[in-house]
């Protein structure tokens, strides 16, 4: 069959599933005062629709922060004003002022279903199509099966189609940033970067590796000839791209100063619910949010952060070709993860944008998914993923892969430790003494995880020297 | 070769496919389901909590048992399952119950009935020649396989519509007295039991000894005894029948199939419309009744003579009866004899009484034996799956599956398409222009009627306008299919005793 089908066949098979799992339940629903982060959606059209911009990040009668106030930088504000164009074309209701919090309807939830899967279509799957074309090594049908994979990974699907984001709209762009870079586009690779960095600043996670291939290129051309133009050239973008999202709130200095303020929470503690990463894992056994001061806390998680990413950034620095900026992206997302402050779940899709072990991330979600109401889409997807990915990967590689098979015993021990888990935590009652048990289990499960990822990835990363193109493949 | 896995006994790829599309059909569960749900759990309550001497003669629900025995009995059968779901499902006076339990039982009992189509399917890969060598997607069996476990109007119809096709399917595919026990679950069958009863004297009865036919006869009778044999016991079994076969109903259905039916409904407006103006007719004079009210409205015809459940019988049978006499005079093996059925479900589909859109998946599915086989058949096939698959959207005519059907039709047109294509490489196009510009113009059709239409002045004065449209438009290509199917039937009388090389 020819490449246009197959790949027509992929989408196609993506779309059905992202649309399929739509149907589900969504963040909130139905759960007066607070709802969830679908509620927050429409509340951000409802602010931007309404409010004048210099009121969007303030504390006013008209905008309450304490209800869901916007806490993402602005491409986001942009994104839901234009949202509540059209939802105010077809119903007002849906973005009155104040009256509209809470609102709640099947034409409403297919509205906002549908603009997540605009996007996705607009930004995020072409990304994905153009980079297993261009970037994947192996033969056409080894392309096609990649991309199956990457547009059927669940934790994406379940979380901006069940949950509900727009996460797709920020892991879309950086991966146009990727491209742009990799095609050695690295203007229009660092614009879309900077958009993505400006829809979501948890796309932080992958700035110092951008940062780091960008200037270690730019020296490798020489920092007195051509490599000063470029690193001109790319500054300029990325501060003009900047200026340019930030533009209406540049008339007032408290204005930047108070979208950073709601972008960094450093108000809040070190974690919140239960995640997958050190500090909630190491509260288990010291209670350090009670512990250390906050201003320790701020100190310990930025230098145990920094300490995880500089041996991966400075490497990438001296050596800046495709496949250590691949590495270095894993390692500085897990980095970020692990160990920064205020990290969410969903932090986690940023690194799993990169690493083929999806399926541990996808399972360190599963205490929110069931909150959600979407555990048979869960179950679903993980399984047809996990086996498709199995299937695939064993009937097209050629050779065995160092990264996959590294650990088979410890890889099945995985499976069936997060089957079980999974089961125990629907079916089974936790003891009355440990309501959070098994929510905690599997953050600290999947945290042990990526402590084994990070600490593998920057072994590879730093330790061998130029590898094959044909490994890049697991990527 | 490009898939480097060893080949020795590879069927993982079957399974792959099964898999795959049980997959999407568990995430379907959620999916908008028609009143055939309410249906299917009415029929589950009554043989549940009633005795067999009430199961055809209980009318609480508006939806009495209206299939064969076998089936009430397969529902009975599942009844004591649903037991372990939601036992107020089986409660007959637990109108439209929908329990979250309900939907996915009854949903889970679908998607593991198909279990058994799958099985069906892989046995029928067996008996496609296969070439060494050739790599997967190339295939037949692969494609045959995909167009059969992932088939749009299946995944439509069952999964989302809700009914219990792909199951019976199964029976339909594999056994050769299997007109009998179709017979029996499901009445529709009696479209294809002319040609099955046709074949089978012809083949068995004639040709071999007495004990095939003697036997051939037992099981006949024997199976129609213990199916139908309680209810004649009791004396019921007019009930049963005019159950079965309500002629009350009219002409076409609620959404015309696209069928001769609706050409001649149309030609019917249109002539009485144009006598009107050219004042050839007296407006008062015309019957009134609306063609396209109701489910069970009887209507008359305004020009053209009306037609009555009788003129169906002998325009269905007349339709058919040259196929039937094609392989009585000559049965080309297995496939003559697909090729007669196909004739026959299509006849009947196209000449029948108050036939659902749904039936066309009796040809087409049958047909996608024959399209892996050879090309003629294959571009006869993509008219007709095309066309028959378009015409099952008003089925669905819920916004929120709106992007389910435009994707799952793409998917199907997309892969069948581009299989059969790659599979009959060699020698031309398998549509022509002709074709080509028809299916496409399936596009405009939905762009109209789904998008353009509803936002339109009409939408409220012709409400059933873009449904006519749709019907008219498909029963275009349907009459075009069935004419071609004839012919190559006709056609290649001369091909019986050469190897099957095309």
Redesign the interface.
């Known amino acids: 069959?020819?490449n246009w089908?197959?790949f027509?066949?992929c989408v196609?098979?993506g779309?059905?599933?992202r649309?399929?799992?739509s149907?589900?339940s969504y963040s909130g629903a139905g759960k007066p005062p607070m709802f969830g982060d679908y509620e927050a959606q429409r509340h951000w059209q409802e602010v931007t629709y309404n409010l004048p911009v210099h009121e969007w990040y303030f504390n006013t009668t008209n905008n309450d922060l304490n209800y869901w106030g916007l806490d993402y930088p602005p491409l986001t504000a942009y994104h839901s004003l234009v949202c509540a164009y059209v939802a105010k074309l077809l119903n007002p209701e849906w973005v009155e002022l104040h009256a509209s919090r809470g609102y709640e309807s099947?034409?409403h939830k297919?509205f906002m279903r549908a603009t997540v899967?605009f996007t996705d279509i607009l930004i995020y799957i072409p990304a994905v199509l153009l980079y297993c074309f261009y970037f994947c090594d192996g033969?056409?049908?080894q392309k096609v099966a990649t991309a199956l994979c990457i547009l059927l990974y669940p934790g994406l699907i379940l979380i901006d189609y069940g949950h509900f984001q727009y996460n797709s709209v920020s892991l879309g762009l950086a991966l146009w940033g990727i491209l742009g870079l990799g095609l050695g586009w690295d203007l229009f690779g660092s614009l879309a970067f900077t958009l993505a960095l400006n829809y979501k600043q948890m796309e932080l996670y992958h700035s110092l590796p951008f940062f780091c291939y960008l200037l270690g290129k730019c020296i490798k051309q020489g920092l007195t000839g051509r490599g000063f133009f470029q690193l001109a050239k790319i500054s300029l973008t990325v501060l003009v791209t900047f200026a340019l999202c930030w533009m209406p709130f540049l008339s007032d200095p408290k204005q930047p100063l108070q979208v950073l303020h709601r972008l960094f929470p450093f108000g809040r503690g070190l974690f919140e619910d239960k995640v997958a990463n050190t500090w909630c894992s190491l509260n288990v056994l010291i209670k350090i949010k009670t512990l250390l001061s906050r201003e320790t806390q701020l100190f310990l998680s930025f230098a145990l952060t920094l300490l995880f990413i500089l041996p991966s950034s400075l490497k990438l620095l001296s050596k800046p070709n495709l496949w250590q900026f691949k590495l270095a992206l894993v390692n500085s997302s897990l980095a970020f993860f692990l160990f920064s402050f205020q990290v969410h779940e969903k932090s986690i899709l940023l690194a799993a944008l990169l690493m083929f072990f999806l399926f541990v991330f996808f399972h360190s979600m599963l205490p929110l998914l069931v909150k959600d109401g979407l555990l048979?889409?869960y179950v679903?997807?993980s399984?047809?993923f996990l086996?498709?990915s199995l299937?695939l990967l064993?009937?097209?590689?050629?050779t065995n892969e160092p990264l996959f098979w590294y650990f088979p015993f410890h890889f099945w021990f995985s499976l069936v430790a997060m089957a079980v888990l999974s089961f125990t935590s629907v079916w089974l009652e936790p003891p009355a003494k440990f309501p959070d048990l098994f929510p905690v289990l599997v953050s600290i499960l999947s945290f042990l995880h990526f402590l084994g990822f990070i600490i593998y990835f920057n072994l590879v990363q730093l330790m061998e020297p130029q590898r094959k193109k044909s490994q890049k493949k697991t990527n | 070769t490009?898939?480097?896995?060893p080949m020795t006994n590879d069927q993982?790829w079957f399974y792959?496919l099964a898999?795959?599309v049980s997959?999407?059909k568990?995430?379907?569960?959620?999916?908008y389901h028609s009143t055939d749900f309410e249906v299917h759990r009415n029929w589950l309550a009554l043989t549940h909590s009633l005795p067999v001497s009430q199961w055809y003669y209980e009318a609480t629900s508006e939806w009495t048992l209206d299939y064969p025995p076998l089936f009430a009995w397969f529902e009975y059968g599942l009844s004591h399952i649903a037991c372990f779901f939601d036992k107020e499902m089986l409660v007959v006076p637990n109108l439209n119950y929908a329990s979250p339990a309900t939907v996915l039982f009854q949903r889970l009992s679908v998607i593991v009935a198909d279990v058994v189509f799958f099985y069906a399917v892989k046995e029928c890969c067996k008996c496609l020649r296969e070439d060494k060598g050739k790599d997967l997607?190339?295939k037949p069996s692969f494609i045959l396989t995909g167009l059969l476990l992932w088939n749009f109007g299946l995944l439509i119809v069952d999964h989302i519509h809700f009914q219990y096709n792909g199951f019976l399917k199964f029976i339909g595919i594999y056994f050769v007295c299997v007109c009998v026990l179709l017979l029996n679950l499901k009445h529709i069958y009696l479209y294809i039991a002319p040609a099955y009863g046709i074949y089978l004297l012809r083949c068995f009865c004639f040709t071999q000894s007495n004990a095939v036919l003697v036997t051939l006869g037992t099981i006949v009778l024997s199976t129609f005894a213990v199916s139908f044999g309680p209810f004649i016991a009791l004396g019921q079994l007019p009930q049963v029948l005019s159950r079965l076969f309500p002629f009350k109903r009219g002409l076409c259905h609620a959404y015309w199939a696209p069928n001769i039916w609706a050409l001649y409904n149309i030609a019917d407006k249109a002539f009485s419309i144009l006598g009107v103006k050219f004042r050839l007719l007296d407006i008062n004079k015309l019957p009134k009744a609306s063609m396209t009210g109701g489910l069970v409205q009887e209507f008359q015809h305004s020009v053209l003579p009306s037609v009555s459940p009788l003129a169906t019988l002998v325009c269905t049978l007349l339709s058919i009866l040259p196929a039937l006499f094609k392989i009585w005079h000559r049965p080309n093996g297995a496939r003559g004899f697909l090729r007669c059925l196909v004739i026959c479900a299509l006849g009947s589909f196209m000449f029948g009484w108050h036939v659902h859109e749904k039936a066309i998946l009796m040809a087409i599915l049958p047909l996608s034996l024959l399209a892996v086989d050879s090309r003629k058949d294959a571009g006869i096939f993509l008219m007709l799956s095309v066309t028959g698959h378009y015409s099952l959207f008003p089925l669905l005519f819920t916004?929120?599956e709106l992007?389910?059907k435009i994707?799952?039709m793409?998917?199907f047109t997309?892969?069948s398409?581009?299989?059969l294509k790659?599979l009959f490489r060699k020698g031309g196009a398998l549509l022509n222009p002709l074709e080509v510009t028809y299916l496409l113009g399936l596009i405009p059709l939905e762009l109209i009627c789904e998008f353009v239409y509803p936002l339109t002045v009409w939408q409220k004065t012709f409400p059933f306008l873009p449904l006519m449209l749709t019907s008219v438009y498909c029963a275009l290509g349907v009459t075009y299919a069935f004419i071609r199917l004839y012919n190559s039937l006709l056609t290649c009388s001369d091909t019986t005793k050469k190897t099957k090389m095309q």
Not at chain 1, 394 to 398: G, I, K, N, P
Request: hydrophobic share 60%.
């Open positions: 069959m020819e089908s197959l027509s066949l196609l098979l779309l059905t599933s649309w399929a799992v149907f589900h099947h034409s297919l899967l033969s056409s049908k048979l889409p679903v997807t399984l047809a086996f498709l299937y064993s009937h097209l590689t050629r | 490009v898939m480097a896995a993982s792959a898999l795959g997959f999407l568990c995430l379907l569960i959620n999916a997607l190339g916004t929120q992007p389910i994707f799952l793409l998917l997309i892969f398409l581009a299989s790659t």
